[in-house]
């Protein structure tokens, strides 16, 4: 499995320069609200997915003043080898991925080399937002274990952003459309099918981590809804071509996808308290976790933002037996209360590194 021994950031966020060794096993990253904890997450979940977990646009990413900023990291690979992993951005919009300082021909490439899960409080809009929360989600986690999956999902959207601008031209071609109705299905079915399985293998694993969490006081679930579920792409579109020609876009299709959390078969974003909203997200990113490291066949990184808060003390009890029984990988773990944070991290292993953060600079402890 990769293991992140160095990083070195240059004006990300509110890190000016900051250059940091890690333990191989855990790392505990402590200090106020505000100082750049999740700043630090931020910058190695960046080296990961090629962006921030927070930003959809990387205008946010600099820090004030800057017009540039750079991530390097050294990575121990699956074969015992260094790897050098670098992202340089440009406030021009310039953005390069390099590994052993080669340039990606296509950034995506770097998609899947150094697989990364994280559980933040941001996770949160995976219940209480739209539809497209949880796609993007699922898409994250395909898109690291099945490059196919990826490139099926970029022909779409490709394809969805052409049929759009037909759809809104005044005079479009119902003929044209057909034809490329087609060719949207045959990229939408890769897509609709790894998305059933993905929500097929994950949903016993969430309900199995939910229930040590919640100390099986509640059963937590999954469906995946899907216009394909009954009709083929083409068929779906060509019923729908009448309201999509009036509306001047596609209501239909994979895009439009989304995935059912419930508790007790009740939708959780209605019926769950804050702490057993925040118990299924922990329990849903874990599960994430386990299906990525059968695929990957190494352990993920595993980052874990705040992780502690809104949860009593009998599920943080519940989280730690999880951590500590199970064959994870590195992991880096953020929280405000540097007692508590060492109190649990102590109880589980003596290799860790602790550090502190203060306005964006880091001290190792």
């Given at each position: 499995?990769?293991?992140?021994?160095?990083?070195?950031?240059?004006?990300?966020?509110?890190?000016?320069?900051?250059?940091?060794?890690?333990?191989?096993?855990?790392?505990?990253?402590?200090?106020?609200?505000?100082?750049?904890?999740?700043?630090?997450?931020?910058?190695?979940?960046?080296?990961?997915?090629?962006?921030?977990?927070?930003?959809?646009?990387?205008?946010?990413?600099?820090?004030?003043?800057?017009?540039?900023?750079?991530?390097?990291?050294?990575?121990?690979?699956?074969?015992?080898?260094?790897?050098?992993?670098?992202?340089?951005?440009?406030?021009?919009?310039?953005?390069?991925?390099?590994?052993?300082?080669?340039?990606?021909?296509?950034?995506?490439?770097?998609?899947?080399?150094?697989?990364?899960?994280?559980?933040?409080?941001?996770?949160?809009?995976?219940?209480?937002?739209?539809?497209?929360?949880?796609?993007?989600?699922?898409?994250?986690?395909?898109?690291?274990?099945?490059?196919?999956?990826?490139?099926?999902?970029?022909?779409?959207?490709?394809?969805?952003?052409?049929?759009?601008?037909?759809?809104?031209?005044?005079?479009?071609?119902?003929?044209?459309?057909?034809?490329?109705?087609?060719?949207?299905?045959?990229?939408?079915?890769?897509?609709?099918?790894?998305?059933?399985?993905?929500?097929?293998?994950?949903?016993?694993?969430?309900?199995?981590?939910?229930?040590?969490?919640?100390?099986?006081?509640?059963?937590?679930?999954?469906?995946?809804?899907?216009?394909?579920?009954?009709?083929?792409?083409?068929?779906?579109?060509?019923?729908?071509?009448?309201?999509?020609?009036?509306?001047?876009?596609?209501?239909?299709?994979?895009?439009?996808?989304?995935?059912?959390?419930?508790?007790?078969?009740?939708?959780?974003?209605?019926?769950?308290?804050?702490?057993?909203?925040?118990?299924?997200?922990?329990?849903?990113?874990?599960?994430?976790?386990?299906?990525?490291?059968?695929?990957?066949?190494?352990?993920?990184?595993?980052?874990?933002?705040?992780?502690?808060?809104?949860?009593?003390?009998?599920?943080?009890?519940?989280?730690?037996?999880?951590?500590?029984?199970?064959?994870?990988?590195?992991?880096?773990?953020?929280?405000?209360?540097?007692v508590r944070l060492s109190g649990i991290v102590d109880s589980i292993t003596s290799d860790r590194a602790y550090f502190e953060a203060s306005g964006g600079n880091f001290r190792r402890l």
């Amino acid at each position: 499995m990769p293991v992140l021994e160095k990083i070195v950031i240059s004006d990300f966020r509110n890190i000016g320069f900051q250059e940091l060794v890690f333990s191989p096993n855990i790392n505990c990253i402590t200090g106020n609200n505000g100082e750049g904890k999740t700043n630090l997450l931020d910058a190695v979940y960046y080296l990961s997915m090629t962006k921030s977990a927070f930003s959809s646009s990387d205008k946010y990413n600099f820090k004030y003043g800057a017009d540039s900023f750079s991530i390097g990291g050294t990575y121990r690979m699956q074969n015992g080898l260094e790897s050098r992993f670098s992202a340089e951005v440009k406030s021009a919009g310039e953005k390069r991925f390099r590994r052993d300082d080669k340039p990606y021909t296509k950034i995506s490439e770097h998609i899947g080399v150094l697989p990364a899960v994280l559980v933040s409080p941001a996770d949160i809009s995976l219940v209480s937002e739209s539809g497209e929360e949880r796609r993007r989600f699922v898409n994250s986690v395909l898109s690291q274990m099945d490059r196919e999956y990826l490139y099926s999902l970029q022909q779409y959207n490709r394809l969805l952003a052409q049929r759009n601008a037909m759809l809104k031209s005044m005079n479009f071609s119902r003929e044209l459309l057909e034809v490329l109705d087609l060719r949207m299905e045959k990229a939408a079915q890769p897509v609709f099918e790894a998305r059933k399985k993905f929500a097929e293998d994950i949903a016993p694993v969430v309900t199995q981590y939910y229930n040590i969490l919640s100390s099986g006081k509640e059963t937590a679930g999954i469906e995946y809804k899907s216009d394909l579920q009954q009709s083929s792409l083409a068929e779906v579109l060509a019923r729908n071509m009448d309201r999509d020609a009036v509306l001047k876009y596609t209501a239909s299709g994979i895009h439009r996808d989304d995935f059912v959390f419930s508790m007790d078969g009740h939708p959780i974003r209605r019926c769950g308290s804050q702490g057993q909203q925040k118990s299924f997200l922990v329990a849903l990113k874990f599960a994430q976790y386990e299906i990525m490291k059968k695929a990957c066949g190494f352990a993920p990184m595993l980052l874990l933002d705040d992780v502690f808060d809104k949860l009593d003390m009998t599920r943080i009890s519940n989280l730690l037996s999880m951590v500590a029984g199970n064959e994870f990988g590195q992991i880096f773990i953020t929280d405000s209360n540097k007692v508590r944070l060492s109190g649990i991290v102590d109880s589980i292993t003596s290799d860790r590194a602790y550090f502190e953060a203060s306005g964006g600079n880091f001290r190792r402890l």
